[in-house]
C-alpha cells in the first residue's frame, strides 16, 4: 500500500502544474510547418542531450520490474545494446539525417523510394510509437498517487501530457523535456542516499539478493539475451532520435549530442539498477515486482523526499509520453492523412496533425486499458516492427546500398509479414513461449533475414542490370 503525505501530493501537483505550464510558454504560434514539427530546427547540443535523454528513458516502471527480477543484467540487456547502437547511430546516421533536410522518417522513404513505401513505413512507424505502455505506467503512477481509479488516471494523466502540444508542437515538447531531464536524476539521487543510510552499502545487495542478481546475464538464456539485443536495434529506425537528429542545428550538433546522450543513461542505468537491487535485497517475496521503485520508496522515504521521488517517477514517464504522443499524432495527420491526399506542405497539415493528436490520445487510452502489460507490449512492437523498418530506412542514407522502390517495399513487407506471422504461429503452440515458435527460434530473427534476402535480391538486380 503506497501512502503519500500532503507534502507529497503537493509536489506531485505543483510538478504537473508546471510542466502545462511551461508547454504552453513555449509555444510559438504561426504557420510554419517546420516550426511546429521541429522547433525551426534550432537544437544546439546541450538541448538536443537533455530531450534525447530524457525521451529515451520512459519505461521507469518496466527497468524496475526488470531489476528486482533479473538484477544486474537488466544493465546488459537493456542498456548495453542500446548505448551500441545508439553509438552507431551517432557515426553512421547523425549528420546524414540532418544533412537530408526533411521532417519525418516518411519523407526520406519517399525520396529515397515511392510514396507506396512511404505510406507503409508511416503505418510501421505509427504503430511503433504508440504511447500505450507509457499512459498505462503513468495511470498506474497517478492511481497511487490518487487513489482515483484506473481509467480516470489514465485519461487525466494522458490530457495533462499532450494538452500543450496543440499549440506548441515540438518545441513545447522540448522545452518540457528539459525540464523533466532535471527531475528525473533527481529522483533517483533521492532515493540512493535512503536506502545507504537504512539498509547499507553494496554488501547488504550482495548478501540479500541471489547469485544469478549479479551475474551478467541473470541466469536467462542466451537466446533471452539476443532477443533483447536484437530488439535495441530499434534505436536505428526509432522516429524520436531520427525526429532530433532532424531538428538539430546541424549535423555536428546530431552526432555529438547522441555520443553525450549515452553516458547520460549509463548513469541513469546504474542509478536506476542499483534502486533495483535494493528492492530485490529489501523486499524479497513482492506480488508485482512492476511495483519494484515505489514500494522500495514506501519502505525508505520520508515525506517530501517520497513526493520528490514520485515526480522523478512521472517526469520519466512524461517526457517519452509527450514525444511518442507528437510523433503518432506527426505521422496519422501528415504522413499518412496529408501523404495520402496529395497535401503535404500546404497549411492544412498542422490542423490533421492536432486532430491527429485528438485520434492518438483515445487510441492509446483504450489500447492501455484493453492491454496493460507494459514489457509484452514493448516486446511485441520491436519484433514485429523493426524487421520490416530497418533495412529498407537504413539503406535510404547510402546510394549503394539502395535498392528499387519495388524491391523496399517488398523488403519492408516480407520482414513485417513473416515476423509477424512467426510470432503468431508461436502463440498458437505455447501462448507466446518462445519454446512455441518454429524450431525455437525468435520471431525477430526471420523476420530480418526475409528483409535483408528480398533487399539483397534486389541490389543484385540492379547490380546486373548496370553491367549489362
Given at each position: 500500500?503506497?501512502?503519500?503525505?500532503?507534502?507529497?501530493?503537493?509536489?506531485?501537483?505543483?510538478?504537473?502544474?508546471?510542466?502545462?505550464?511551461?508547454?504552453?510558454?513555449?509555444?510559438?504560434?504561426?504557420?510554419?510547418?517546420?516550426?511546429?514539427?521541429?522547433?525551426?530546427?534550432?537544437?544546439?547540443?546541450?538541448?538536443?542531450?537533455?530531450?534525447?535523454?530524457?525521451?529515451?528513458?520512459?519505461?521507469?516502471?518496466?527497468?524496475?520490474?526488470?531489476?528486482?527480477?533479473?538484477?544486474?543484467?537488466?544493465?546488459?540487456?537493456?542498456?548495453?545494446?542500446?548505448?551500441?547502437?545508439?553509438?552507431?547511430?551517432?557515426?553512421?546516421?547523425?549528420?546524414?539525417?540532418?544533412?537530408?533536410?526533411?521532417?519525418?522518417?516518411?519523407?526520406?522513404?519517399?525520396?529515397?523510394?515511392?510514396?507506396?513505401?512511404?505510406?507503409?513505413?508511416?503505418?510501421?512507424?505509427?504503430?511503433?510509437?504508440?504511447?500505450?505502455?507509457?499512459?498505462?505506467?503513468?495511470?498506474?503512477?497517478?492511481?497511487?498517487?490518487?487513489?482515483?481509479?484506473?481509467?480516470?488516471?489514465?485519461?487525466?494523466?494522458?490530457?495533462?501530457?499532450?494538452?500543450?502540444?496543440?499549440?506548441?508542437?515540438?518545441?513545447?515538447?522540448?522545452?518540457?523535456?528539459?525540464?523533466?531531464?532535471?527531475?528525473?536524476?533527481?529522483?533517483?539521487?533521492?532515493?540512493?542516499?535512503?536506502?545507504?543510510?537504512?539498509?547499507?552499502?553494496?554488501?547488504?545487495?550482495?548478501?540479500?539478493?541471489?547469485?544469478?542478481?549479479?551475474?551478467?546475464n541473470g541466469g536467462n538464456s542466451m537466446q533471452f539475451v539476443l532477443v533483447w539485443f536484437l530488439i535495441a536495434l530499434w534505436t536505428l529506425v526509432d522516429p524520436s532520435f531520427h525526429q532530433r537528429c532532424y531538428a538539430a542545428a546541424s549535423g555536428a550538433v546530431a552526432r555529438k549530442g547522441v555520443l553525450i546522450s549515452v553516458g547520460f543513461w549509463l548513469l541513469f542505468d546504474a542509478m536506476t539498477a542499483t534502486a533495483g537491487l535494493y528492492a530485490?535485497?529489501?523486499?524479497?517475496?513482492?506480488?508485482?515486482?512492476?511495483?519494484?521503485?515505489?514500494?522500495?520508496?514506501?519502505?525508505?522515504?520520508?515525506?517530501?523526499?517520497?513526493?520528490?521521488?514520485?515526480?522523478?517517477?512521472?517526469?520519466?514517464?512524461?517526457?517519452?509520453?509527450?514525444?511518442?504522443?507528437?510523433?503518432?499524432?506527426?505521422?496519422?495527420?501528415?504522413?499518412?492523412?496529408?501523404?495520402?491526399?496529395g497535401r503535404l506542405g500546404q497549411q492544412p497539415v498542422v490542423s490533421w496533425i492536432r486532430w491527429g493528436l485528438l485520434a492518438m490520445a483515445l487510441f492509446s487510452v483504450a489500447l492501455a486499458l484493453l492491454i496493460p502489460s507494459v514489457i509484452r507490449l514493448w516486446y511485441t512492437l520491436g519484433t514485429v516492427v523493426v524487421p520490416g523498418l530497418l533495412v529498407p530506412l537504413v539503406s535510404s542514407y547510402f546510394d549503394r546500398w539502395k535498392t528499387s522502390?519495388?524491391?523496399?517495399?517488398?523488403?519492408?513487407?516480407?520482414?513485417?509479414?513473416?515476423?509477424?506471422?512467426?510470432?503468431?504461429?508461436?502463440?498458437?503452440?505455447?501462448?507466446?513461449?518462445?519454446?512455441?515458435?518454429?524450431?525455437?527460434?525468435?520471431?525477430?530473427?526471420?523476420?530480418?533475414?526475409?528483409?535483408?534476402?528480398?533487399?539483397?535480391?534486389?541490389?543484385?538486380?540492379?547490380?546486373?542490370?548496370?553491367?549489362?
Amino acid at each position: 500500500m503506497v501512502t503519500l503525505a500532503p507534502a507529497d501530493l503537493v509536489l506531485v501537483g505543483l510538478y504537473a502544474a508546471i510542466v502545462i505550464v511551461i508547454g504552453f510558454l513555449a509555444s510559438r504560434r504561426g504557420p510554419q510547418e517546420v516550426e511546429f514539427l521541429l522547433a525551426g530546427r534550432s537544437l544546439t547540443t546541450p538541448v538536443f542531450v537533455m530531450t534525447l535523454v530524457s525521451t529515451w528513458y520512459g519505461g521507469i516502471l518496466g527497468v524496475g520490474e526488470f531489476s528486482y527480477q533479473y538484477g544486474i543484467s537488466n544493465w546488459v540487456v537493456q542498456g548495453v545494446p542500446y548505448y551500441f547502437f545508439a553509438i552507431i547511430f551517432a557515426f553512421l546516421l547523425a549528420k546524414r539525417i540532418r544533412q537530408t533536410e526533411f521532417a519525418t522518417i516518411p519523407d526520406k522513404l519517399e525520396s529515397a523510394y515511392d510514396r507506396k513505401t512511404a505510406l507503409l513505413g508511416s503505418g510501421l512507424t505509427f504503430v511503433l510509437m504508440t504511447p500505450a505502455p507509457y499512459v498505462l505506467m503513468i495511470g498506474v503512477l497517478l492511481q497511487m498517487v490518487t487513489g482515483w481509479s484506473l481509467p480516470v488516471c489514465v485519461c487525466a494523466g494522458t490530457a495533462a501530457t499532450v494538452i500543450y502540444l496543440f499549440s506548441g508542437g515540438f518545441r513545447a515538447d522540448v522545452y518540457t523535456d528539459i525540464f523533466e531531464f532535471f527531475l528525473m536524476f533527481a529522483g533517483f539521487a533521492v532515493i540512493l542516499p535512503f536506502c545507504v543510510m537504512k539498509f547499507g552499502g553494496l554488501d547488504f545487495i550482495a548478501s540479500h539478493v541471489p547469485p544469478n542478481h549479479l551475474t551478467w546475464n541473470g541466469g536467462n538464456s542466451m537466446q533471452f539475451v539476443l532477443v533483447w539485443f536484437l530488439i535495441a536495434l530499434w534505436t536505428l529506425v526509432d522516429p524520436s532520435f531520427h525526429q532530433r537528429c532532424y531538428a538539430a542545428a546541424s549535423g555536428a550538433v546530431a552526432r555529438k549530442g547522441v555520443l553525450i546522450s549515452v553516458g547520460f543513461w549509463l548513469l541513469f542505468d546504474a542509478m536506476t539498477a542499483t534502486a533495483g537491487l535494493y528492492a530485490r535485497a529489501a523486499i524479497p517475496h513482492m506480488d508485482q515486482p512492476v511495483m519494484a521503485y515505489p514500494l522500495l520508496a514506501e519502505l525508505t522515504l520520508p515525506p517530501v523526499a517520497k513526493g520528490m521521488f514520485y515526480v522523478g517517477m512521472l517526469a520519466t514517464i512524461m517526457s517519452t509520453l509527450n514525444t511518442l504522443a507528437f510523433v503518432s499524432a506527426t505521422t496519422l495527420g501528415r504522413d499518412i492523412v496529408a501523404r495520402a491526399r496529395g497535401r503535404l506542405g500546404q497549411q492544412p497539415v498542422v490542423s490533421w496533425i492536432r486532430w491527429g493528436l485528438l485520434a492518438m490520445a483515445l487510441f492509446s487510452v483504450a489500447l492501455a486499458l484493453l492491454i496493460p502489460s507494459v514489457i509484452r507490449l514493448w516486446y511485441t512492437l520491436g519484433t514485429v516492427v523493426v524487421p520490416g523498418l530497418l533495412v529498407p530506412l537504413v539503406s535510404s542514407y547510402f546510394d549503394r546500398w539502395k535498392t528499387s522502390a519495388s524491391y523496399a517495399f517488398a523488403s519492408m513487407l516480407g520482414g513485417l509479414l513473416v515476423s509477424l506471422g512467426w510470432m503468431i504461429a508461436g502463440w498458437t503452440n505455447a501462448m507466446g513461449s518462445s519454446a512455441g515458435y518454429p524450431f525455437g527460434v525468435e520471431p525477430m530473427i526471420p523476420g530480418l533475414l526475409a528483409s535483408l534476402g528480398v533487399w539483397g535480391l534486389g541490389i543484385s538486380v540492379r547490380s546486373r542490370a548496370r553491367h549489362a
